[in-house]
């Protein structure tokens, strides 16, 4: 029998990655000077356009939801023919997220036609794109974004096209790897590379902890002072000691090196905070358009007028295992027949494709050794699964050192082959 090649760990020491809290990483990302130079907005030759998918949705979703009727996404285009990449997003983000700006500035600067696509949680995705609005189960949000990604390719027929590559980071990687798979029997694109960027490995788990992170106990937070109050005067006493008020990319980063920073559990809670408001935006899309009335009562009616804002509170008060128990199994097992929560698990997490990912070598994953979404057993099953074809770093929390020079070298390392 084979053995399986073994990962490329990366040495703490030679890596030089200068964050070693996982929370810090996540939040802060890298510091403005060990990022790689890339070419500013005006440089690139890019622009947004719109997919018309589900047209019963213009009927069907309140007025007040126009901006998401048609599902936008954004093409940055070479001058000759070139590489095509596509880029999917993370829990909730949409196609202009930070992470696939930069993305699509290094890609782009390497030769690339580069496509950033939102999320299937996206609000606007789930809106406009997602045949069932209930995103969660693996195999359909692959679906619906292999229909997006023909759809853009059609839209722009006359792009000369070398090759197709694909890409996403933490959700969106998972995307990736079953839009792979889809692809083996569709043959549309035939991708040549695929690069999954800090994948969960079992879904559940990585919800599981994310939601476990807004329970954190912060010390300073009591019934009369809130976590935002809190975060609010942390932010107000550092720009009093700056002087001047500066909300650039490097914010995070020199906040985190003054005396007014986070510590480990204020960063854990505005971390599972922010995937709390993606949870909410996917609870209260899902409930709207299917109407299940979990969260907007089915007859109430919701004009352009509706404040949104009490069903967005109630929102909030699902998280994600929530979610999934109001509304993705109940959706499952009605289209299935049945199935435990487990087999669930084990259908929309990378086990699903396992034989496909251990003998597909066009795939591979870059991870890291602290992030915050792996659980137990996790990383053995990559090295597992793609020996020499999993880079695993020793620091950067989830996602915070995609935009280190190093990974960035890596990723285009990776996808010329």
């Known amino acids: 029998m084979a053995v399986a090649a073994s990962a490329r760990d990366i040495d703490a020491a030679s890596y030089g990655y200068p964050l070693t809290n996982p929370f810090e990483a996540t939040i802060a990302t890298t510091p403005p000077d060990q990022r790689p130079m890339l070419p500013s907005d005006d440089e690139i030759d890019q622009s947004d356009y719109s ?39 993370g829990t909730g983000a949409s196609y202009s997220s930070s992470i696939n700006e930069y993305l699509k500035k290094l890609f782009y600067q390497a030769g690339f036609h580069v496509v950033q696509l939102s999320s299937p949680t996206s609000f606007d995705f789930i809106s406009a794109a997602s045949r069932f609005a209930t995103p969660g189960i693996s195999q359909d949000d692959a679906q619906d974004m292999y229909r997006v990604m023909q759809a853009v390719r059609a839209q722009h027929a006359r792009l000369p096209v070398t090759d197709f590559y694909l890409t996403g980071y933490s ?30 490995v079992n879904l559940y788990t990585s919800i599981n902890n994310l939601d476990k992170l807004v329970q954190t106990q912060v010390k300073g937070i009591d019934r009369s002072t809130t976590f935002y109050e809190l975060m609010l005067e942390k932010l107000t006493r ?77 929102a909030l008060q699902c998280d994600f295992d929530c979610y999934m128990t109001e509304q993705v199994i109940p959706m499952w097992r009605a289209r299935t027949g049945g199935g435990t929560i487990l087999e669930l698990t084990n259908q929309v997490s990378l086990y699903a494709l396992k034989d496909y990912l251990q003998n597909s070598k066009k795939i591979a994953v870059m991870h890291n050794a602290d992030d915050v979404i792996l659980g137990p057993g996790d990383i053995g099953f990559l090295r597992k699964v793609f020996g020499d074809r999993l880079t695993l770093y020793p620091h950067g929390g989830h996602c915070g050192n995609l935009n280190y020079r190093v990974n960035s070298d890596a990723m285009l390392e990776f996808f010329r082959g």
């Open 51 to 89: 997919l018309t998918l589900r047209p019963e949705r213009e009927f069907t979703l309140p007025d007040n939801f126009w901006a998401v009727k048609k599902l936008k996404y954004r093409l940055a285009r070479q001058d000759h023919a070139a590489p095509l990449i596509f880029i999917i997003a």
């Open 171 to 200: 959700l969106g990687a998972l995307d990736a790897a079953f839009v792979s798979h889809l692809d083996e029997t569709r043959r549309s694109f035939n991708f040549k590379r695929v690069l999954l960027l800090n994948p969960p």
């Open 238 to 314: 550092y720009f009093q000691e700056k002087g001047y008020i500066d909300l650039n990319e490097a914010l995070l980063y020199d906040f985190q090196q003054s005396r007014q920073h986070l510590s480990n559990e204020q960063m854990a809670m505005l971390i599972g905070t922010s995937f709390r408001f993606s949870a909410a935006d996917i609870a209260f899309t899902s409930d709207l358009i299917n109407r299940r009335g979990l969260i907007i009562p089915p007859k109430q009616p919701i004009t352009e007028g509706t404040s949104l804002t009490p069903y967005f509170k109630r």
